[in-house]
């Protein structure tokens, strides 16, 4: 995993870790890799995966059972939630960047439409 | 907790200024980066910090601890290796550092060279540089210390090495001992430490912490760039 140099690592741990609950690789109610763990995995500081799991368990996402570790929420809405968010955050991008190219936000969707139009699979 | 404390630290050398007043503080757990240009003092301040160079003004304060010869049993610090010669093997130098230094955990260090990819039997001639520093690193981790300061461990070592060193100090460094690296360059060890500290004019220009540049959308590495711009 390589990280932007310009954004809090945290932030980007917990985009990580959500991304692979939005994909399935990490189930509701399933429990995280210890922060040691992370934090060898993604090569960074021990404090700053403590810093994302700790933003975590304040929005909710996951909680903490005592000696045990840290586990994904069984919330099915927060977890929706959590997912719509990540859908958002990068139709942001997506959009920023089209932007950037010259694109207007009202041509946005038909550019889009035709697009999906063109690459369809028969 | 405080591992480190230095208040008003001077350090003259054959008249020459090398350290100027310097005030520094790290907490314990943190992993910090020391940079500055090649002769900016960084090595300098280690060598005080570990009580090597005893001729400072002011006060360092390691774990409460400020005369040099008690202080010295909180801190690991990395060593060239030079005074071994090059027919020595690895385990001759374990030796060494077993008989120096009684916190030394053998298991530990069989561990690590695991880890390392080396073998206690290869002697110190036939080391690349980047398998010297992987065995400077694993001696430094065998120890048991409150401060690991770590001197440019990866000057002259290729890319995967420095993956490996990285790597094995997530792994070795115990959860409330403070790890200082001195480098003249930031990119690889930029996303696994807390602070960076820099020195420049023989003192401590900035510290800050490594999250908080990044949340102002800069990379550490464009603000350390920052504070030579217009100088060769």
């Known amino acids: 995993m390589k990280f932007k140099d310009n954004l809090p690592i945290y932030l980007q741990i917990e985009d990580y870790i959500y991304l692979q609950i939005a994909q399935g690789k990490l189930q509701a109610g399933e429990k995280l890799p210890s922060v040691r763990a992370l934090a060898l995995e993604l090569t960074v500081n021990a404090n700053t995966v403590q810093r994302a799991l700790r933003e975590m368990t304040a929005k909710g996402y996951i909680f903490t059972k005592r000696g045990e570790g840290s586990f994904v929420t069984t919330d099915e809405g927060l977890l929706e939630e959590m997912k719509s968010k990540l859908l958002k955050q990068e139709l942001a991008a997506f959009v920023s960047r089209m932007e950037k190219l010259g694109v207007k936000r009202e041509s946005l969707t038909g550019l889009l439409a035709s697009y999906l139009d063109d690459t369809r699979e028969e | ?232």
């Open chain 2, 1 to 232: 907790m405080k591992t480190l404390e230095i208040k008003d630290l001077s350090y003259h050398k054959n008249s020459k200024t090398i350290l100027e007043r310097v005030n520094l503080t790290l907490e314990a757990g943190k992993i910090v980066a020391l940079v500055g240009a090649n002769g900016a003092g960084k090595t300098s301040l280690m060598r005080v910090i570990a009580g090597l160079a005893k001729q400072y003004k002011g006060s360092v304060e390691v774990c409460g601890e400020a005369d040099e010869d008690r202080r010295k049993q909180y801190i690991a610090m990395t060593d060239s290796l030079s005074a071994f010669r090059d027919s020595r093997k690895i385990k001759d130098v374990a030796d060494f550092y077993r008989l120096v230094y009684p916190d030394f955990d053998d298991k530990q260090f069989a561990d690590i060279l695991e880890f390392m990819n080396l073998n206690e039997d290869e002697r110190l001639g036939s080391l690349s540089k980047g398998m010297k520093e992987k065995l400077i690193i694993a001696l430094v981790f065998s120890r048991k210390a409150k401060l690991y300061l770590l001197d440019e461990p990866f000057s002259g070592v290729d890319a995967m090495s420095r993956k490996k060193i990285i790597k094995s100090m997530l792994l070795w460094k115990p959860e409330e001992a403070t790890l200082v690296i001195s480098d003249h360059v930031l990119d690889e060890i930029a996303p696994v430490i807390d602070e960076v500290v820099l020195i420049k004019k023989h003192s401590v220009l900035e510290q800050r912490s490594a999250e908080e540049i990044r949340a102002e959308q800069e990379s550490i590495e464009e603000w350390y760039e920052g504070f030579y711009e217009g100088e060769e």
